[in-house]
């Protein structure tokens, strides 16, 4: 699983049938601290996330075992949104 932070959406009025209905987010992966990188995803939103949330993001055919992807042409899945992320008992993030 990849934690990053949604930054951006992504519109595409032509894609495969599949993909209809489908939100498309860009997730810049984080550090435990929160602090982004310069390596972005894009991943299929299952769980509702906004931008500016804190999200772990499931890829490869993992990405394709939640209700929203299944059996879809996706590679990468946010599945989870992230309250907090605690790291040998210091709280590194808090939503």
Do not use: C, H, W
């Not at 489908?22 to 894009?42: A, C, F, I, P």
């Not at 939103?45 to 996706?74: F, H, M, Y």
């Amino acid at each position: 699983m990849i934690l990053g932070k949604v930054t951006g959406t992504i519109v595409a009025t032509q894609k495969d049938e599949k993909l209809i209905g489908s939100k498309l987010m860009v997730v810049q992966n984080v550090d435990l601290n929160g602090e982004v990188d310069r390596t972005y995803t894009v991943a299929v939103d299952a769980v509702g996330a906004g931008i500016g949330e804190i999200v772990l993001v499931a890829t490869g055919s993992s990405a394709r075992q939640t209700q929203v992807t299944s059996n879809k042409p996706v590679d990468a899945v946010i599945m989870a949104i992230v309250d907090i992320v605690e790291v040998a008992g210091k709280v590194r993030f808090q939503k």
